[in-house]
């Protein structure tokens, strides 16, 4: 039977079928964080029970760390205590860490495939919805909570019931300006938020193929954002290139077999998906979202919806409540919208090919007066690497706020928050009420988009930059 | 775990869709190493003002919906992020049971590792809880006859029949994984075949 790389990856892991037509599933890779993990640690330790690979394990704080004057230590008391904790455990249980003050700590979607970490064909957790970045590599890889992490501690396995599968085909090739995030976004309002729960989601067509590794992060990261827990790409020659000599990669004889079985995995000719999306990449323009949940996307030509045009009294009302939230007008043009901050960073779009986007539309420009724009690379390597490619120096002379890397504005968990009613261009992942501080307003667009309204002060179609 | 079997109580309708975990229990209060004590903070932004003031009009604050033991809400109900602390935090307000059309898949997830029970309703049904809800009733649910029972109205609900058992029975699933350890030793024993399996140290 033909198969999809979907159903490779799934059969490979498959410990036992059970009878209720749940599997248990084999994980290969588990990354923990300090904000889902510490419960679970404490309760390997009441019910006495060991965790079984550590050597399959890798550990670092990124939620809660401050990004500047790191130096000085976390100054918030409870902040502080739980990546202590995450100290502890790592070293009671002897699980890989990266310490904080390390070059090479970062956004755990991040420094997964950074350090090489995640691997095609693999099965992947993280106590974080966004553990879907590293489908990008042809990884099956997907959120969890809690007391999963806990199971997957105990046991390195999981109870799944298999999910569907949905083929989404991007045909065709971005134009200038429009990037994987634009992809990201279109997907989105096409499905709504939920219209992906329950499926796992394989990306593929020229669209795809076209976009580096980043890219594919990406738009692997936001499939979460569909309802759908997982997204794979198919590894190519890219995907080997990027995995290769990487520190916790395959070496030497190790490299050319697993490279033997990373070109089994891409999906048959003719392997059958329970649903199938096709979408024009030249069809697809800069976007950005204008309300509080991410399938609230138009393009940046676009204007502000009304709600007169919605037929459903709670959906309407719905419409009404997010454009109060946002202090937005229906029939507003979206290039007048003026923002406070600028955040660009996150799991979605902070590696170096984001901040070379940012840094190609703000050279030789200034951030308009009265903005404030951060810049949060996503690990410390990237850090190093934007400031030696004289990414960070042209950013920080058009006036960029340089930080220190982390989840940082994305969730403001740390000080970095919006203030009440402060609008906000970030190029994070998810626009709820609250996320990025209470009553704060955000943008959800691309690196290239958010450079773009930091110079100009207000959203602006980043085409007229290049 | 804790087990659930039956239930009655008062009914809070939250007419809303795509609730998500960071409306259910901001970031801040993530920063916890606990697993108890976060229902003071359930619905932080909807219940308290930015002076920490009880918003009076929320329905958690009003009585008798104070004292809700099952929340009513519409579609896709705690998307977003994987956080645990969702389910912790109803459960420690004293809500243990989430009627809705349809649930986000990691929450979904979460609530049956922690004794909640989310029920799936058809949207005419959840509509009719709903309204019922804002009179104040109680309604009663009972899981293993897979039913609840509103102001003589009685509706039936599926649901997956591990994940009832589990319930049930309070069956912590790790436990019930390590009774299969053998199985996964011998999975574990045949991936030495993939030498490239294991990480390279970082
Ligand atoms: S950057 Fe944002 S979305 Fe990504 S892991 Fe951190 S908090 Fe979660």
């Known amino acids: ?466 | 775990m804790k087990s659930f079997n039956k239930l009655t109580g008062i009914i809070a309708s939250i007419p809303q869709v795509n609730i998500d975990t960071d409306a259910i229990i901001p970031k801040q209060f993530l920063k916890t190493i606990e697993r108890t004590g976060l229902g003071k903070h359930l619905f932080h932004e909807k219940r308290y003002d930015q002076n920490n003031n009880l918003i009076k009009d929320f329905i958690l604050n009003k009585q008798p919906w104070s004292q809700a033991k099952i929340i009513v809400a519409g579609d896709n109900f705690g998307c977003g992020s994987s956080r645990e602390h969702a389910p912790w935090a109803l459960l420690d307000f004293g809500i243990s049971c989430i009627i809705s059309t349809s649930f986000a898949d990691i929450f979904y997830n979460n609530c049956f590792k922690n004794g909640v029970l989310p029920i799936i309703l058809n949207e005419k049904i959840v509509d009719e809880i709903s309204m019922l809800a804002e009179q104040g009733v109680e309604i009663s649910i009972d899981l293993e006859e897979q039913q609840l029972i509103v102001q003589n109205k009685l509706y039936k609900f599926e649901i997956d029949p591990y994940r009832k058992h589990c319930l049930l029975n309070g069956l912590d699933d790790i436990g019930i994984t390590l009774e299969n350890k053998k199985t996964i030793d011998s999975y574990e024993e045949k991936l030495s075949s993939k030498i490239w399996h294991k990480p390279e140290s970082l």
């Open chain 1, 1 to 466: 039977m033909k198969k999809t790389l979907f159903d490779k990856i799934w059969e490979q892991h498959v410990v036992e079928e059970r009878q209720d037509g749940s599997s248990l599933i084999y994980i290969d890779r588990h990354l923990v964080h300090e904000v889902t993990s510490p419960q679970a640690f404490e309760g390997l330790r009441i019910s006495n029970r060991v965790l079984r690979r550590p050597d399959l394990t890798l550990a670092v704080a990124d939620h809660n760390v401050p990004t500047e004057n790191r130096i000085n230590g976390i100054k918030d008391n409870i902040a502080r205590i739980q990546v202590e904790t995450l100290e502890k455990n790592v070293k009671e249980f002897k699980v890989p860490y990266i310490p904080l003050m390390d070059s090479r700590q970062g956004i755990v979607h991040v420094i997964g495939p950074e350090q090489g970490f995640t691997l095609p064909g693999c099965t992947m957790v993280c106590g974080d919805s966004h553990t879907s970045t590293h489908g990008a590599f042809g990884a099956l890889a997907f959120g969890i909570g809690t007391s999963e992490v806990e199971h997957v501690f105990a046991t390195q396995t999981l109870i799944q019931k298999k999910p569907k599968t949905m083929l989404i085909n991007v045909s065709g090739s971005l134009s200038i300006g429009v990037t994987a995030k634009d992809i990201a976004l279109a997907i989105i309002k096409n499905l709504g938020t939920s219209g992906g729960t329950g499926y796992v989601l394989e990306y593929s067509g020229d669209a795809i193929s076209d976009l580096t590794i980043e890219g594919r992060m990406t738009l692997c990261n936001m499939s979460i954002e569909a309802g759908a827990r997982a997204g794979l790409i198919a590894p190519d020659a890219k995907t080997y290139e990027y995995i290769k000599n990487k520190p916790m990669s395959p070496k030497g004889e190790a490299y050319d077999k697993a490279l033997e079985a990373w070109k089994l995995l891409p999906s048959d000719e003719g392997a059958v998906f329970d649903k199938v999306i096709n979408i024009e990449a030249s069809l697809l323009e800069p976007h950005l979202t204008w309300g509080t949940s991410p399938e609230d996307v138009l393009s940046i030509n676009d204007v502000v919806p009304n709600p007169k045009d919605i037929d459903k009294e709670n959906l309407r009302n719905a419409m009404q409540d997010s454009l109060d939230y946002m202090g937005l007008k229906p029939g507003q043009a979206l290039t007048d919208i003026k923002i406070d901050k600028v955040f660009i960073g996150s799991c979605t779009n902070s590696r170096i090919e984001d901040l070379r986007e940012a840094a190609a539309v703000a050279k030789g420009r200034k951030v308009a007066d009265g903005v404030h724009a951060m810049v949060v690379p996503g690990s410390g390597l990237i850090k190093i690497q934007a400031e030696k490619e004289g990414v960070a120096d042209i950013l920080i002379e058009a006036g960029f706020d340089w930080r220190e890397p982390g989840c940082s504005m994305c969730l403001g968990m740390n000080p970095d928050q919006l203030k009440p009613q402060e609008r906000c261009a970030s190029t994070s992942n998810r626009n709820f009420r609250g996320r990025q501080g209470r009553d704060g307003r955000t943008h959800l667009v691309s690196p290239g988009m958010a450079a773009a309204a930091a110079i100009s002060g207000h959203f602006v179609d980043v085409r007229k930059f290049n």
